[in-house]
């Protein structure tokens, strides 16, 4: 089953600009991380916020979470082409990971 | 870091024969892996959940004797696609837990990409 929605689905933007992507889920959850994949491989773990957490940061990586509206959001700061991928949230409630629907980048250089 | 390696990465079959598909855990021991489907553009969809030494945990709506789990070590889990047809081509994906803390990242495999004809 799928746990959630992410939008926007895509998203095209110019390399050096912001990227935001957004995540819903349904859930409580007990915390939220947030994967890339390039096409056609398996994914990569950027992060994970607890669900006591409000806000953290990695790098040009910054994510918050609110419990309340049950959404998060990934900011990407000063894109690059390489940024460009699909962006996975996944919500671990039952120590089992549940993947939004993802939102595919494209960073034109 | 912790690595995780799937075998094969492609594979290429004929309707009615099975295929195997392993996840290996290279450096870290994994009491859980887990399986994942993914149809092109679309999100992983989570088939079950694979504890070292016991059965497996399937989600609803997969049929758990077509699709076969086997985690028979601490690093080694295997999909067993049983009677395959086309319907069942997809990208398949494994990934394993390190540790057993349930807010620790998944490590994930490079994917299956199965094609029944």
């Known amino acids: 089953s799928q746990q959630g929605e992410e939008d926007p689905q895509a998203l095209s933007i110019q390399e050096g600009e912001n990227a935001t992507m957004n995540c819903s889920y349904k859930t409580s959850i007990n915390n939220l991380q947030w994967y890339r994949q390039n096409s056609g491989r398996g994914l990569v773990h950027l992060i994970l916020i607890r669900s006591n957490e409000r806000e953290k940061h990695s790098g040009r990586l910054r994510v918050t979470l609110d419990t309340s509206k049950k959404s998060s959001s990934l900011l990407i700061t000063a894109s690059r082409a390489a940024d460009t991928a699909s962006y996975f949230c996944?919500?671990?409630?039952?120590?089992?990971?549940?993947f939004g629907s993802g939102t595919r980048l494209l960073v034109r250089p | 870091g912790a690595v995780v390696s799937q075998h094969p990465s492609r594979v290429i079959c004929k309707s009615g024969t099975s295929v195997k598909i392993e996840c290996r855990s290279l450096?870290?021991?994994?009491?859980?892996m887990f399986w994942y489907r993914q149809f092109p553009k679309q999100s992983l969809m989570l088939m079950a959940t694979s504890n070292e030494g016991s059965k497996a945990t399937y989600e609803q709506g997969v049929e758990k004797d077509k699709f076969l789990i086997n985690h028979a070590s601490l690093t080694l889990s295997t999909l067993t696609v049983t009677s395959a047809h086309p319907e069942d081509s997809s990208f398949y994906i494994c990934?394993?837990?390190?540790?057993?803390?349930?807010?620790?990242?998944?490590?994930f495999g490079n994917g299956t990409r199965l094609t029944v004809t």
């Open positions: 450096d870290f021991q994994a009491t859980t």
């Open positions: 990934s394993a837990r390190e540790g057993t803390a349930g807010d620790s990242p998944l490590h």
């Open positions: 996944g919500t671990d409630s039952s120590y089992k990971l549940i």
